[in-house]
């Protein structure tokens, strides 16, 4: 067989075999790592008895709403650094104003208080175990999420890795929300960015190792 017809029936055999989209591939490790982090988290720690009433309060939602739009904005990041030669997008910049957001309402609700009182609200009744859990529900996100990264193409590993990180840890977050008993914003821009920033770091380092081709 000449070279030619080789690479020609190659190139048909490439282009007629199904390929699953980027979109529905980040979707499916989304699913599959929030399934289990939903399931860990109502076996293991519990829904919050007083969720319903913590619904009905503006500062829940501030957190929830907060906690979504940073999920919002992560994800075509990590979307757009799975592929070659891509730049990570203007998400990074929703991102940066989502966290800068949440730092403005802890210092304007710190602002309002005396500093015993500003400390009692940043550290809470949970500080301890807040970070620690947003970690340990983060584990199945980040492993489906560089899951997904390695069946794609990125060519930043160490930032992809990064940005999948910091997606299971927002996505972790919300999943933690439902046993969170806390709604302060000094406690959720201290210990739950810290959780965040702790899977960022995390996600930045495996895929340093794992997502090189």
């Known amino acids: 067989m000449k070279t030619n017809d080789l690479i020609a029936m190659l ?7 199904p390929t699953v989209s ?3 591939r980040c979707a499916q490790a989304i699913a599959a790592g929030l399934a289990i982090s939903l399931a860990l988290v109502l076996m293991l720690w519990g829904l919050n008895p007083q969720l319903n009433a913590l619904a009905h309060t503006q500062a829940f939602w501030a957190k929830v709403v907060w906690l979504a739009l940073t999920c919002l904005f992560a994800t075509p990041v ?3 650094l799975s592929r070659p030669g891509v730049a990570a997008g203007r998400g990074v910049w929703g991102i940066v104003a989502a966290f800068v957001g949440m730092a ?5 609700q710190v602002a309002t208080v005396d500093a ?3 400390m009692q609200l940043m550290l809470g009744s949970s500080w301890q175990e807040c970070s620690a859990s947003i970690v340990a529900l983060s584990v199945p996100l980040l492993a489906t999420l560089l899951w997904m990264l390695r069946g794609m193409a990125p060519t ?3 930032l992809g890795g990064a940005s999948a990180g910091l997606l299971a840890g927002a996505l972790a977050s919300l999943v933690y929300s439902l046993h969170c008993t806390e709604t302060a914003y000094a406690f959720v821009a201290v210990w ?9 770091g995390v996600g930045a ?3 340093s190792r794992f997502l090189r081709w």
């Open 11 to 17: 190139a048909t055999e490439a282009s007629a075999t």
């Open 22 to 24: 980027p979109l529905r």
């Open 78 to 80: 990590v979307m757009h």
């Open 104 to 108: 403005m309402l802890a210092l304007a």
């Open 116 to 118: 015993d009182t500003g």
């Open 156 to 158: 930043r590993p160490t």
């Open 192 to 200: 739950y960015v810290a959780g965040i920033a702790v899977m960022a």
């Open 205 to 207: 380092l495996l895929g």
